[in-house]
């Protein structure tokens, strides 16, 4: 645990009280804070009082004795409205900041050039994250890994010399992150999502770029869409941090290109991603360009042991990304319901010629599937599951033929009955790519990613057992 000494002697409010937030409870109290932690939901409320969190009304509160607010980044800070605890903050001048704040600060005040790369982006993060955080521990390296993915940031190892922090960065905690100062910055795409959030694309945007233009060595952008282009051109007509451009469509004299599964760097082979199911596609090639171009943005100290090629080999990538579950018969069933927008989605159909039997829907998020048009030639059948089984059906039209099926049970049944059932010797796949939400009928895209998980599993026995 990261004991967060910045607050020591003062009082500090701490809203929602999730993983995150109990860690913050947590953290600064270990460094001397005065505590007042609540949440919205009784048993949120609860669960943080059997943990020992401090528990005060915030809303009775006296809000002028607090130093700060941390507020987890699942609570609206601007859209669609403010929350009630951070206009409360904002009547009486209390800062309002997040856990990835506290870790900065807390590193500033202990080993301000401790290493740290904080990976940002629309899509790819989680992978790219895992991957840079796999490559550095295959070299030797003393890592932490979390932020947005896997732990909280304030439960890991504090910041020290020779251990290296990987980061996952969402645009709420980077919203919550003024402080934020990485080593390497990494800022992979931007599309269009939470807007919601943010109120429009260009302030999704906005909070996005900050964490390049912190950075204070390294900034590593891929250039493939209008948003990171513009802001590649903005630094680097400032000329400060150094910026590394990475690209899946442009040659770049300097940075790193991924074409046809290799990486190249200022046009000489660098590594090759073939025959690495883990790193399919060319959105995990920009992936693999990013973590590249981060791994190599830090000193030479850092890179003095292992393989690097051997180590893009090992990585066994991450759960619900387009994750290969098991093989029945001839057919693959991968489960990527990490793929929560039409965005997401583009990139597991891109990943594959033919034969998708595709498993779709949940709660949808603007613009549907309509950008997905030019894939449809590859789907065999799409499965429809969800509330936007009518929406996703009108998209689908006369292109690929579909069947409602409403849950994921039903879906999987069909689609592997079909799969299996066809002839011909070609690659046949059943894909849970759902391009939405999860919220209709599952807590999130991993419950809903293990439900496949577990179908095919039993799928599997049927066959076994038969």
Not at 337 to 359: P, Q, R, V
């Amino acid at each position: 645990m990261i004991r967060v000494t910045s607050f020591k002697e003062r009082s500090v409010a701490v809203f929602g009280l999730g993983a995150s937030g109990l860690a913050a409870v947590r953290a600064l109290e270990a460094g001397g804070a005065h505590v007042a932690a609540w949440d919205d939901s009784e048993p949120g409320r609860a669960a943080a009082a059997d943990a020992g969190a401090p528990l005060v009304d915030l809303r009775a509160a006296d809000w002028s004795g607090f130093a700060a607010l941390v507020l987890t980044p699942g609570v609206p800070l601007t859209h669609p409205e403010p929350h009630w605890t951070v206009l409360k903050a904002q009547a009486t001048g209390v800062e309002i900041i997040g856990d990835i704040e506290l870790f900065f600060r807390e590193r500033a005040a202990t080993f301000p050039e401790a290493p740290v790369i904080a990976i940002t982006g629309t899509n790819g993060k989680s992978t790219t994250t895992a991957l840079v955080a796999h490559l550095l521990r295959e070299l030797g390296n003393d890592v932490q890994m979390g932020g947005n993915i896997g732990q909280a940031v304030l439960t890991l190892e504090p910041p020290a010399e020779t251990r290296i922090h990987v980061l996952e960065l969402s645009s709420f905690q980077i919203d919550l992150a003024p402080g934020a100062t990485p080593t390497v910055a990494v800022l992979l795409n931007i599309t269009p999502d939470h807007i919601d959030r943010h109120g429009t694309i260009e302030h999704y945007a906005a909070v996005k770029r900050r964490l390049v233009e912190r950075a204070q060595e390294t900034a590593v952008i891929g250039i493939d869409d209008a948003w990171c282009a513009a802001v590649s051109d903005a630094l680097l007509a400032r000329g400060r941090p150094n910026v590394r451009r990475i690209s899946v469509r442009a040659p770049l004299a300097d940075g790193i290109t991924a074409r046809d599964g290799k990486l190249y760097e200022n046009g000489a082979l660098r590594a090759s991603l073939e025959g690495i199911a883990t790193l399919r596609g060319r959105h995990n090639w920009q992936n693999a360009a990013a973590a590249l171009a981060a791994v190599e943005a830090l000193p030479e100290r850092f890179r003095t042991s292992g393989n690097l090629e051997a180590a893009f080999r090992s990585f066994p990538g991450l759960p619900h990304r387009l994750e290969v579950v098991r093989r029945i018969g001839s057919v693959d069933f991968i489960n990527d319901s990490k793929a929560t927008n039409a965005d997401s989605s583009e990139k597991a159909l891109a990943s594959f010629a033919s034969g998708i039997h595709w498993i779709l829907g949940g709660k949808p998020k603007a613009g549907g599937i309509t950008t997905l048009t030019p894939y449809f030639p590859r789907v065999e059948k799409a499965y429809l599951i969800g509330e936007a089984a009518d929406q996703f059906a009108a998209s689908l039209g006369g292109s690929v033929p579909y069947e409602r099926c409403g849950t994921l049970d039903v879906a999987v049944r069909r689609a592997a009955a079909d799969a299996l059932a066809e002839n011909g010797g070609e690659e046949r796949i059943v894909l849970l790519s759902p391009a939405c939400a999860s919220y209709d009928q599952f807590p999130n895209f991993e419950v809903r990613g293990d439900a496949f998980k577990a179908l095919v599993a039993a799928l599997a026995a049927e066959k076994e057992g038969a």
